[in-house]
């Protein structure tokens, strides 16, 4: 079982990016195949953004492609989100996860709440 | 993109009975794609169920999941305190990953 830690600013202007990390312990990143980001909101609920594959290729949600970049750092065993032009309806407490498209889904970190604010 | 639509958005029932929250899918789907997660306040998902019928690691065998086609139900055989809580469902089969927007399950 891998334990995740998602860090980053809390607070993001809006037009902004907003750019996350997630630290991965108890294993290799390059160990488990698929690395996700979602995120939640009272009134959208759960909302997938996207993930990366170790290898390194990428899916995102449509709702969000033009927006959204998620990379890996092995050397650090973490990945990252980055999300383009923020307005407030990008505020949400936002996961990183195991699992994906076709993959098992598990572990979550704790998650990290962003407001999109001036 | 497949929606996920769950019922009862509430479900009130007391310490040891049984819940049967059900999740349905706006067109078929395969049933190796369809999780279930518990969320409690201030606390991430956790997975309980996979490939609709699989128990992740450390759920309790008071869980189930089953259904295929459209349909899918997480049962609990038998409330526990710990039960309580929100759950959601999951379909990850395809882009986009969904999830439904959730069955509170509470104290009657």
């Known amino acids: 079982q891998v334990r995740l830690q998602e860090s980053g600013p809390g607070l993001v202007k809006p037009s902004g990016t907003l750019s996350l990390t997630c630290a991965v312990s108890?294993?290799?990143?390059?160990?488990?195949?698929?690395w996700s980001w979602v995120r939640q909101t009272p009134g959208k609920g759960l909302e997938w953004i996207g993930e990366?594959?170790?290898?390194?290729?990428?899916n995102y949600n449509p709702s969000l492609q033009s927006r959204v970049t998620i990379s890996l750092d092995m050397s650090k065993n973490q990945f990252s989100l980055n999300l383009t032009s923020v307005t407030a309806a990008d505020t949400a407490v936002y996961y990183c996860?195991?699992?994906?498209?076709?993959?098992?889904?598990?572990?979550w970190g704790q998650g990290t709440l962003v407001t999109v604010s001036s | 993109e497949v929606v996920l639509t769950q019922s009862p958005g509430t479900l009130s029932l007391s310490p040891g009975e049984r819940a049967t929250l059900s999740c349905r899918a706006s067109?078929?789907?395969?049933?190796?794609?369809i999780a279930w997660f518990q969320q409690k306040p201030g606390q991430a998902p956790r997975v309980l169920i996979y490939?609709?019928?699989y128990r992740a690691s450390g759920t309790p065998d008071r869980f189930s999941g089953g259904g295929s086609g459209t349909d899918f139900t997480l049962t609990i055989s038998g409330l526990e305190p710990e039960d309580f809580a929100v759950y959601f469902c999951?379909?990850?089969?395809?882009?986009?990953?969904?999830f439904g927007a959730g069955t509170k399950v509470e104290i009657k």
């Open positions: 996860a195991t699992g994906g498209i076709r993959g098992r889904p598990g572990d």
């Open positions: 108890g294993g290799s990143i390059i160990a488990n195949n698929w």
């Open positions: 990366i594959f170790h290898g390194g290729s990428t």
């Open positions: 067109q078929r789907v395969a049933t190796s794609y």
């Open positions: 490939g609709s019928s």
């Open positions: 999951q379909y990850y089969g395809s882009s986009p990953i969904t």
